[in-house]
């Protein structure tokens, strides 16, 4: 499964946010994006020789080059870590995913219905995550609220450009926060911490996705997944969201944006 999750990764692309392209100044093209398969203890070597053999990090900075101009480099890496786990260094500006993440996933969601997408698209999702935290870092974007809720819009809104294989993985992304939600102790320090609730999270994701295009998945209300009195403000929601990106990334775009209902 982890292969299948690697390989449904790398078919990212990075499209943009959506919205009217902005054009108020030339950034400068110093940086780019780099891709790194850092060293592997013998238990993951031959997982790292699939990732670099499928080119998993080449296929995903390329499409990032091709898409973003960035003052300073931007590396795109997988390593090792003390838990599965995926991170961004501003200081050495890297993004690391855990060589134990995709294992704790695969192992965890192995049985499960629907487990290649859990595993895929919390991978994809967590990537994009912490590429958010990047970007704001480098780009010096300028956030209003929690960063955290930010670059959770940031991951969806790329991972729904992507059309219905980037909808399943963000739902695949709600399956693994749903499961946190439900296993996760909740006590006094959950509320302190810089992230939203897992389930929290979920109702979010879930929004963005039924707003991005409310008569694909009438499920989400039909079932009970989002309650009405939300649901119906996602729409908006989500618009707002995608423009707001759109706007932040977009004097750093190279070439036309995307729809902001993606394809």
């Not at 989500?238 to 036309?256: E, F, I, M, N, V």
Request: hydrophobic letters at 40%; aromatic letters at 10%; one cysteine or more.
């Amino acid at each position: 499964m982890i292969q299948k999750a690697a390989l449904a990764a790398a078919t990212l692309v990075l499209l943009g946010c959506g919205g009217e392209r902005m054009e108020r100044f030339e950034p400068p093209t110093t940086g780019r994006f780099v891709a790194e398969y850092a060293p592997a203890s013998p238990e993951f070597e031959a997982f790292r020789d699939e990732l670099r053999a499928h080119r998993f990090l080449d296929t995903i900075v390329l499409r990032l080059n091709d898409s973003l101009r960035i003052p300073k480099d931007i590396t795109m890496a997988t390593g090792h870590c003390v838990e599965p786990n995926a991170s961004f260094d501003p200081e050495t500006r890297r993004v690391t995913l855990c060589y134990e993440l995709f294992k704790w996933l695969s192992e965890e969601f192995e049985d499960e219905v629907g487990g290649e997408y859990l595993v895929s698209g919390t991978v994809v999702f967590a990537l994009m995550h912490e590429l958010g935290h990047a970007l704001i870092e480098v780009l010096e974007l300028p956030i209003v609220g929690r960063e955290e809720d930010a670059v959770d819009q940031l991951a969806t809104i790329l991972l729904l450009n992507q059309g219905p294989t980037g909808d399943s993985l963000a739902f695949g992304a709600v399956g693994w926060l749903a499961i946190n939600a439900t296993t996760n102790p909740l006590d006094d320090f959950a509320f302190a911490d810089d992230h939203g609730l897992d389930r929290q999270r979920v109702y979010n994701i879930i929004c963005w996705i039924y707003g991005r295009a409310p008569d694909r998945y009438p499920e989400v209300v039909g079932e009970g997944w989002l309650p009405e009195n939300r649901a119906e403000r996602c729409r908006s929601e989500y618009l707002r969201l995608a423009r707001s990106w759109d706007r932040l990334l977009g004097p750093h775009r190279r070439g036309p944006p995307a729809s902001p209902l993606g394809p």
